[in-house]
């Protein structure tokens, strides 16, 4: 049995050691793994502490980050609780098996430290790998510090291990931003964690040689809709067991998470949606702009996927501007969340004026100052009643002025 | 096999082997298996076959190269009398051909180690008595 | 809201100084951040590290910081690295040097009419740690000059983190370290 870890009531942690801890906490019994930055330390971290004799897993160290997934596939399939971390081009590689995860319903945890996509090779924070695997089938969490780095950890095992879920779930948290900003985190103490994230419950384990199983099935057409279908039907159906989690993890904790954040949102005229550290910093700018009588909120995403469809159109319910930040640049195309909010906000009966930034690709920083712009090119709009900009603008990006349509 | 809507099978395409719990399955032999519609064993191609292997126990030297090599699992081993150093003990051993699965696809013949073949590909229509009677003899190292 | 910036090379230890130092602020119940800007750079590489204390969370994440200290733990950087960047009316500069104060002013006028403070932290950590990792005695410099703690209480917590990785001989001789920085300065 694993030694406890006696824990302060705060902790200086970056986001990776809060992520390790919460590894460590639910007793994760295989984590396979190909380190990159900057997520090397989560995994670096939880093999320490398998070493150190505080924690009873299995660490296998794989010979790609295709491997390290395919390797977790195998452990849940076999019948245990599994996780492993990512970034960038070791999450790119491990695509391929991360629909294959999705599609056997193993309930892996991945913390995705996120990371730029090369070319050019950048180790910094931004979207891409997001935004990437956004359609694999996963359950998609987003933090944005290491506090909630840890508590939406502990929380993946929960929501995904739950029978009437059973699907993989990607924990995000800004590369470096947060994966390397260490700040304080009330922790739980470790029979408090195992206990709210409870004993892994296997469901068709292969190693159940009573019952043997088949994982990997081909199916051709006569199978293959229906499959991915029940696997569609589960996902947007889970968002009643995110909720139950999150509130128990509230009673536990006093700590609130819902599937859509709204900051300053009550009376806000103009709002700005964003993802990740971004968030917080989105939030204070508000904070500033509200002594100066401009009602500005904050939306978020903490569920990316599902994607909240109603919950983000509520959300926006009564503002006249929003405006999109995305922190990744989709190929010859407008930024996601501009076009996944848009969609929602389709259907809402008033539509409020919409626009896309694009901003902190490869980790380029996103200023205060740059946050206060946004406000009031957005308050402009709310005032005039329509676009007084082009939908999509860029921040912080050196050179002519770059803008569509 | 009926096909069935998206709301009725289990999660996450997987197959089970059998329709009830078994216990010791490795020492089960096929035929007495409560195999699912799943199983591959429902699913036979031996319609195909257009040759057949014949099997002559008289060359065999239960090296079991056909049991693994056949990809429809048609090769039947079973425990029988055999005489060893002059005693007579049960092994394992290679009895002859599952001809409800087996496709005729030829493998098992050209793996067959022993000269003369133990397994000859035939015309599905000859018949095991006369194949056997017109074995062919050693063939010896080709120089 | 206070706002630190260290100026360093990679490998005098800046994040492991600004890591520790967030540790032992986070013990008297205030709110920490500590981060840096990372490369690829290799070891010796200029860079910076910051710290944020304050006594609500803290959720700005901009890098971009005006800084209410500056510290400068390589004695180069002054002169190459641009350590007045987004400096406010009030900041001060805690620097390592080998130079007195007026020395230094001279050398680099730009410090002039600024509150600068100034120790070796290079010698001192060679001749009680007995390498040239600078970032402890900052730290006590920084306790000496901003005067948000007892070195006593300061001296207590800071073996508590150091505890945690370190074998005790080494412990000892940050404490000395650390204290020394703090007589010395000025
Ligand atoms: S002919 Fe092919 S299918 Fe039939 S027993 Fe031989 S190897 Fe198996
Ligand atoms: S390969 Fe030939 S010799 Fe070997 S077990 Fe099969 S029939 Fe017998």
Known sequence: ?405 | MELRGWDEFEIGSVLFSFNEKVENIPNVQQEDRSYSENNSFQASVAHWRVEKPIFNVDHCIDCFFCWIYCPDSSILAREKEVEKKGEKIMEQSMVGIDYVHCKGCGVCSSVCPTDPKSLLMVDEHDEEERVLANWPKKEGKEK | MTEIRWHSRAGQGAVTGAKGLADVIAGTGKEVQAFAFYGSAKRGAAMTAYNRIDDKPIRNHEKYMRPDFVFVIDPGLTYIADICLNEKDDTKYIITTHLSKEELLKSKPELEGKSVHVLDCIKISQETIGKPIPNAPMLGAYIKVSGVLEIDYFLDSFKKVLGKKLPQKIIDANMVAIKRAYDEVN
């Open chain 1, 1 to 405: 049995m694993a030694e406890k870890m006696e824990l302060h009531e705060v902790e200086v942690w970056d986001g990776n050691m809060a992520a390790s801890h919460a590894l460590r906490q639910a007793q994760v019994d295989v984590v396979a793994a190909y380190p990159i930055t900057p997520s090397t330390p989560i995994v670096q971290n939880y093999s320490q502490f398998l070493a150190d004799g505080q924690v009873d897993g299995e660490f296998v160290m794989v010979e790609s980050e295709h491997a390290a997934m395919s390797g977790c596939v195998g452990a849940a399939a076999a019948g245990g609780r599994v996780a492993t971390a990512t970034s960038s081009q070791g999450f790119a590689l491990m695509s391929e098996v991360l629909y294959q995860a999705a599609g056997m319903r193993l309930p892996i945890v991945l913390c995705v430290v996120n990371r730029a996509l090369a070319s050019p090779l950048n180790v910094n924070g931004d979207h891409s790998d997001m935004y990437m695997g956004r359609d694999a089938g996963w359950i998609n969490l987003c933090s944005y510090n290491p506090q909630e780095a840890y508590d939406l950890t502990l929380m993946s095992f929960k929501i995904g291990e739950d029978l009437d879920v059973r699907l993989p779930v990607m924990m995000h948290q800004d590369g470096f931003i947060c994966s390397h900003t260490a700040q304080s985190v009330r922790a739980l103490d470790d029979d408090s964690a195992y206990k709210f994230v409870g004993d892994y419950i296997p469901k068709n384990p292969m190693l159940d040689f009573e019952k043997p199983v088949t994982y990997g099935s081909q199916t051709e057409e006569d199978w293959h809709f229906e499959h991915k279908a029940r696997q569609h039907n589960d996902h947007m159906n889970s968002f009643p067991v995110i909720e139950r989690v999150f509130k128990e993890f509230k009673e536990l904790t006093g700590r609130e998470y819902n599937l859509v954040e709204k900051y300053h949102m009550d009376d806000a005229e103009i709002a700005l949606v964003a993802l990740g550290t971004t968030v917080e910093s989105a939030i204070l700018t508000a904070e500033e702009l509200r002594k100066e009588g401009i009602k500005a909120g904050v939306v978020s995403l903490r569920v990316l996927r599902p994607f909240p469809f109603i919950q983000i159109a509520e959300a926006l319910k009564g503002v006249k501007a929003v405006a999109t930040l995305d922190r990744s640049l989709p190929g010859g195309a407008l930024g996601m969340l501009y076009n996944e909010i848009t969609a929602s906000l389709y259907h809402s009966e008033h539509r409020p004026l919409v626009t896309n930034y694009i901003y902190g690709l490869g980790g380029r920083d996103m200023t205060i100052g740059h946050l206060k712009e946004v406000f009031k090119e957005t308050k402009a709009n709310a005032d005039a009643g329509k676009l007084t900009v082009p939908i999509q603008q860029f921040i912080g990006l050196r050179g002519p002025k770059l803008t569509f349509y």
